[in-house]
């Protein structure tokens, strides 16, 4: 996959989103292509091209704290979650209302020089990735 973008501000835009959840106090879960390049490479030294990053948080994880810091973030609130820019990234954070087994066990997966979770079975989540609310 080609992206218009530079992988270093890739690489800096999954970082701040492992610094969000550690101010959040929640391990986002990566979701599209971003956790698909995470699963494929188990080298954690390649680098990711995408044209739009999205995470995910669960419904019940969205407290008042949560959703006023991403209001004073600049988070824009969408039918999805929110979503934002990093140094032109797209950023989608997916506000997930039902509960899926792939987000209840997710694999930790390496990237650069932090750990991130994705979706477990992660083909069972491949499959059905456009259908999740």
Do not use: C
């Not at 030294?45 to 600049?74: C, H």
């Not at 899926?100 to 059905?128: L, T």
């Amino acid at each position: 996959m080609s992206s218009p973008f530079k992988s270093w501000d890739i690489n800096a835009a999954i970082r701040d989103i492992y610094d969000i959840g550690e101010r959040i106090q929640q391990f986002p879960i990566m979701l599209g292509e971003v956790a698909r390049q995470m699963h494929d490479h188990l080298d954690h030294s390649f680098d990711i091209q995408t044209d739009k990053i999205e995470w995910m948080i669960p419904e019940r994880g969205l407290t008042p704290e949560v959703k006023s810091l991403f209001k004073t973030w600049g988070f824009k609130e969408n039918a999805k979650g929110y979503e934002y820019t990093f140094e032109g990234i797209p950023v989608q954070i997916r506000v997930i209302k039902r509960r899926y087994s792939f987000f209840e066990r997710p694999d930790q997966r390496f990237y650069k020089v932090d750990d991130f979770k994705i979706p477990n079975p992660f083909e069972k989540y491949w499959k059905a990735r456009f259908l999740i609310q």
